[in-house]
């Protein structure tokens, strides 16, 4: 059983273009994943029909095994909105205690202030709401998500208004709750958070999904550039090498001392082979790398942006 899956799911606001356009995801049970694009991309309203919030124009949807309208799957969920506001004058335990009655799951006290602690509130549970900044406020956002130890948590920018030291007790949460069997679907714009935790992406322009599948294969699979450092070959060898190779060599540029650093485009799984044939070729390899090394070079290549 998948966590969620959605077929054709599409969500069009009056005449407009669709938001969502025939949206079709697989999230796995017990991995991280995330959901990016650009602004606009049509992320927010898929969470909000995810959750129920917006019913959408056409598709359907399944969520932890139910038709996503029923409302057995949402008793099982944790949802994190981007932009919430709690009654500033509710303490932070009373807030947790009203939405566990909501949820028809009674919370114990102690359960409840091991919530607040796991979150980094500890002993701020008889403070007000208006009391705390904006990151205490997210982070009892978080822990409104997870009463009732949801099965599947969905966040939408879960870390936008922490510093450097809230983003990562963030990520070590978020890797606990992967190890306890929890779903968690994360919809962010920090690229490096994204990188660290995520198991798989899926990456939406315009309403439609142009990339789905594991993070390792987004930023390492297919046709992609590398850069070689080489020596122990002079322009002559390499002008009688170059027809021999079967990639495509999209640049070389030599230095006064001989190397050269080289630009091909080709499979991860074609690099050994590439670089065997340089070595029996005389070449002496200083460095292999891929051109695009991170999420975020990834993400600007597949948007039609120039990360270099």
């Known amino acids: 059983m998948k966590a969620i899956q959605t077929l054709g799911l599409t ?12 949206i079709s995801l697989s999230v796995n049970q017990g991995e991280i994943f995330g959901l990016l694009g650009p602004n606009g991309a049509g992320k927010s309203t898929l969470v909000k029909m995810l959750v129920g919030l917006v019913n959408p124009s056409a598709g359907s949807a399944r969520v932890l095994g139910f038709p996503y309208r029923e409302l057995a799957p949402r008793r099982e969920m944790g949802y994190l909105p981007e932009l919430f506001r709690y009654p500033p004058w509710l303490k932070a335990r009373e807030v947790l205690q009203f939405h566990a009655e909501l949820l028809g799951k009674p919370i114990h006290p102690d359960e409840r202030d091991a919530l607040l602690d796991r979150v980094g509130l500890l002993g701020r549970g008889g403070e007000r709401v208006r009391t705390f900044s904006k990151g205490m406020q997210q982070r009892l956002g978080l822990a409104v998500a997870l009463v009732g ?13 922490l510093d450097p030291i809230g983003r990562y007790e963030v990520s070590q949460l978020l890797r606990q709750l992967k190890d306890e069997g929890t779903t968690v679907f994360l919809n962010s714009h920090l690229l490096s958070d994204v990188e660290k935790l995520c198991d798989s992406v899926a990456l939406i322009d315009r309403g439609q999904v142009i990339y789905q599948g594991s993070l390792k294969d ?27 190779l079967s990639k495509a060599v999209v640049m070389i540029q030599w230095d006064d001392q001989g190397h050269a650093d080289i630009g091909v485009d080709m499979r991860r799984q074609d690099v050994p082979e590439f670089v065997k044939t340089l070595v029996q070729e005389g070449a002496r390899i200083y460095e292999v790398a891929p051109d695009h090394s991170s999420l975020e070079e990834w993400f600007l290549s597949r948007l039609g942006k120039d990360p270099r």
Do not use: F, M, N
């Open 11 to 22: 969500k069009v606001y009056r005449a407009r273009h669709p938001a969502c356009d025939r």
């Open 149 to 161: 130890r949801p099965a599947l948590v969905l966040l939408d920018e879960p870390t936008s208004a």
């Open 218 to 244: 987004a930023i390492y699979g297919g046709v992609r550039r590398y850069r070689l450092t080489i020596g122990g070959l002079t322009e002559t060898d390499w002008a009688h090498i170059q027809p021999t």
